[in-house]
């Protein structure tokens, strides 16, 4: 790859932290939790259009072309020396209702940072330098998850995302229209020169080894599934337990086996079942329904399918025995991604240039850069979130890490706006779909 950008002119460029925290503080005040840090901006909804309108604002300060797309990804873009496809960064600012300030934020924020501190040195680099924000990554209203990302890429078509019903019953495109972010840009969109992302870790591994910045290779493989099952409401004081269908005995008994399930499995399968509905949920009635989500996940493709098989052969055969019927739908299934090893290596090499320690690692979280994958050399910088804390208010990263992940994506994408990499580049081994 090309000589590192710590050598030359820019050798000497850092970013100004003290502008990237104010950003990040106003940003995490549209939606913020009372008495805590945290911020709840759910995909599309008003607190979503308030951050957009803010992020918007800061890129037609910096004076970035704008585009918007029709699923609502915003790419700003600063001109380099020559035209074509722009070395991009970005990530998300939709949050979990329980969100932090930092998770999608950072990367974000982050792209601005730089691009400021390239203006602020009068630096033109080689090719444009975009910065996205693209809708929706976290999935918690609108399923699956990274959707505006896999869009943008080309893994779903947008008329079909136009059509997702939210948690809420809204539908996505009529959302969109609602708080104006139904944009003319082409989908899917050209592929960039390349892409890093800026997250912070959501993990405890940085933290737990004393390691600055996580060189990420890797995501796991996500299935998301919800479940609804139907029994026989009745008295919870007169049915006898061996007359009950009880959809609510159906549902916890998979929730066990979902923890149980990853235990065997061992590190690093993962399961969880987020979010638990009865009906009537109340105390002295046994469930006529019961509603639940499963998330699991795992880096290899294998063991994350064999565990799904495993979990859909419990659920049948507890269900059947209890006498209740059951229905799954598909939520998110996406494959494990492997980034591009010349990017991975640029992460790691210019980490170790700017003087940081650095560990090459999986995610454990989706990410939008696990769509952009699809389409250019892609890659990941983490940063170290203390007690491993995220999709929490009380998530924290501290200043020192936010400045040596942001100077660490700095230089990586100014040595990439100096790299050619050729056409068959773009990492295909997502072939997941929603
Ligand atoms: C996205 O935030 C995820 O659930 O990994
Ligand atoms: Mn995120
Ligand atoms: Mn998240």
Redesign the pocket.
């Known amino acids: 790859m090309t000589p590192s950008s710590l050598t030359g002119e820019t050798a000497a460029l850092r970013i100004d932290i003290d502008r990237l925290i104010r950003r990040l503080a106003d940003l995490a005040a549209i939606g913020a939790i009372e008495g805590t840090e945290g911020c709840a901006r759910l995909a599309l909804t008003d607190e979503d259009k308030e951050g957009r309108d803010l992020v918007v604002t800061w890129m037609n300060d910096l004076g970035l072309d704008i585009t918007t797309d029709g699923i609502g990804n915003v790419v700003g873009v600063m001109a380099g020396k020559t035209d074509g496809p722009p070395v991009m960064c970005g990530s998300h600012i939709d949050t979990v209702r329980t969100g932090g300030r930092y998770?999608g934020n950072l990367g974000v924020l982050a792209g601005l940072e730089i691009v400021e501190t390239l203006m602020a040195a009068g630096h033109v680099p080689d090719r444009p330098i975009a910065v996205a924000f693209f809708t929706d990554?976290?999935?918690s209203r609108f399923q699956p998850?990274m959707l505006g990302s896999l869009v943008y890429v080309g893994g779903m078509p947008l008329e079909e995302a136009l059509d997702i019903e939210a948690i809420d019953g809204a539908r996505l495109g009529d959302e969109l229209v609602r708080i104006g972010y139904d944009g003319p840009a082409p989908l899917p969109a050209a592929a960039p020169h390349s892409f890093v992302e800026l997250h912070v870790e959501q993990g405890p591994v940085l933290e737990q080894e004393g390691i600055t910045i996580g060189a990420v290779e890797s995501v796991q493989g996500?299935s998301w599934s919800e479940v609804e099952v139907v029994g026989q409401s009745n008295h919870a004081g007169t049915t006898p337990m061996h007359l009950r269908k009880d959809p609510g005995y159906v549902a916890t008994a998979c929730a066990t086996f979902i923890r149980e399930l990853a235990l065997e499995l061992g590190h690093p399968q993962v399961g969880t079942v987020g979010r638990i509905e009865f009906f009537p949920n109340l105390v002295n009635v046994v469930p006529a329904k019961a509603t639940f989500t499963v998330d699991i996940r795992n880096t290899d493709e294998a063991i994350l399918k064999e565990s799904e098989r495993r979990f859909a052969e419990f659920l049948a055969a507890t269900a059947e025995a209890e006498g209740c019927t059951v229905t799954t739908t598909p939520l998110a299934r996406f494959e494990p991604v492997i980034f591009d090893a010349d990017v991975v290596d640029l992460v790691a090499n210019t980490a170790a240039e700017l003087g940081h320690s650095v560990k090459r690692m999986p995610s454990g979280?989706?990410h939008d850069a696990q769509m952009l994958a699809r389409l250019c050399p892609t890659a990941m910088v983490f940063t170290n979130s203390v007690d491993g804390i995220s999709?929490n208010p009380a998530e924290y990263t501290a200043p020192d890490d936010l400045e040596a992940g942001t100077n660490v994506m700095l230089h990586t994408m100014l040595t990439l706006a100096k790299t050619d990499f050729d056409a068959s580049d773009a990492n295909t081994s997502d072939k997941g779909d929603a």
């Open positions: 998770d990554e976290e999935g998850d996500i979280a989706g999709h």
